[in-house]
């Protein structure tokens, strides 16, 4: 049927207007249905209102399509710590996330690259920004907060392991204890302060190996 006079064509979106839009729908529906659901690719491109082509076009598979909106959630996440964490001690830069925890959105960064783990991807980087994670704890060696004798990329690992676990299971693990969110991560927060400041002395094994 012909178009009237009164009918104005839809103003046409620029490809990067597009891939937003894309990786917005994206996100939303993983936020309503749940990062295990997965993602239904019709349903990104009805949202988005393109034709499901354009996501192959655009981003070539599902999972490139993921890695995009895992960047995007996780540039959120650097600008925050990074406003919030300028001259900040150890022991409280490594409290905040717990403190702010913000689970209760499926669209964290740890349950995204969980995701791609599980839908087979072998390239998942489990740390961004793993090097300059590194230096800040060799400053913070420098500055008396950690003895230099543990393991910096043991300890990189363990922290990042603790919090992205605690990130994905944060409400299961609030209503196995039967608490509510906000209270588990300040209990949690207690006993991780205590990991934390214990941090400043020398590992259990070297004071052992002096002993004898």
Known sequence: MAKTATESP???????????????????????KGVLAGLNLREVAEGAGVNRGNIYHYF?????????AINRQFEAIVDSLSKSNSET????????????????????DSMLRALLVLDG?????PIPLFEGGLSQLRKDV???DIDRGHDLEALQVALSALLRGYRIFRLPY????????KELDER???????????????PADS??????
């Open 89 to 108: 001690g150890f022991v409280a830069r490594r409290l905040h996330p717990f403190r702010s925890n913000n689970s209760n959105n499926k669209n964290n």
């Open 60 to 68: 070539g598979s599902r999972q490139e399509l993921l890695r995009a």
């Open 207 to 212: 004071q052992n190996s002096k002993l004898k």
């Open 121 to 125: 991807d072998d390239t998942v980087d």
């Open 142 to 144: 420098i500055d008396g």
């Open 10 to 32: 839809k103003p046409k979106r620029s490809r990067a207007e597009t891939e937003r839009r894309l990786i917005d729908v994206a996100l939303e529906l993983i936020r309503d």
């Open 188 to 202: 949690v927060s207690k006993i991780l302060r205590t990991w934390l400041e214990a941090l400043a002395e020398p």
């Open 174 to 181: 609030a209503k196995r204890v039967g608490v509510a969110p």
